[in-house]
């Protein structure tokens, strides 16, 4: 059962449904799994069919579905991200016809959506179906500015945001510091975006954001059995002080989304990867 001390929800981010077997045993909960086109491709079986015979994206979307099925059955009513497939030219009607099939495969499913204009505009639309969404690679605080004033007044706190620590890290720039910023400038908003922390590497990530209180994070599964085994800290270990953090940034979160600047190179790097990781499995078979 989940410790009443902690209020963050914790997600495993991976796309094996052995993993989430594993550490839901340890940790004795989940509160949900997110995955993406890369942890897909690293999924033993799914590299296995792509490697006897490129999948076709029918065949590739139906192993993804039986997946997510697996760990719906795992973690019934788990918060559940499935992302869809984009690059930067994905036009929003092609995501949303993605989303609506994917909305389908689990409880409590949340569609992930990069943050591009096609993306935001795809969740604006899957909101008002009362579709929720988890809106993904966010490296700047300006980005999440633009999915808090685009998202206000269509859903009742079903949005997720997912900042990307560890990619930020490695450029040099603490990325907990633009997940402090995001958690900063929400404070005293409405509550509909919700914070989920996302690629974090090392115990010392998730017990610094366990005591921040952060809505949610989400954590590979070699990460949450070493957090197991320390002793499941929470804010007992020190940060690494050779990182640049982000300043804080003011904004008028009653303006207009698109007046926001929402590009990041770290974004477009994000999607070009997921986008290259789903192509490797699959090959044109019409
Ligand atoms: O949830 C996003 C995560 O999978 C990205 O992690 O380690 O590839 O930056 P990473």
Redesign the pocket.
Known sequence: MKPADISTKIFL?SGDPKETEVVKSVLGWLDGQ?T?P??LARNPAVKQMAENQALSEAELEDAYRQIIERINKLIPGGDISIEVYADAFTPAEQMVDQSRRFAKWADNPYIKLPITSAGIEAAQQLLQDGIKVNMTLCFSQEQAAAVYTATAGLSGGNIFI?P?V??LDDRGVDGLSLVFNIQKMLKDTDGHLQVLA??I?SVEHLSILLETQVDAV?VPAKVLLEWDKAGRPIGTTRRKANLTPLPYQEFDLRSEWKSFNINHSLTDIGLEKFAADWQSLIVAKN
Do not use: E, K
């Open positions: 981010d997110t993406n890369t942890l997912s990307f560890g990619r996302a690629s590497r989400t």
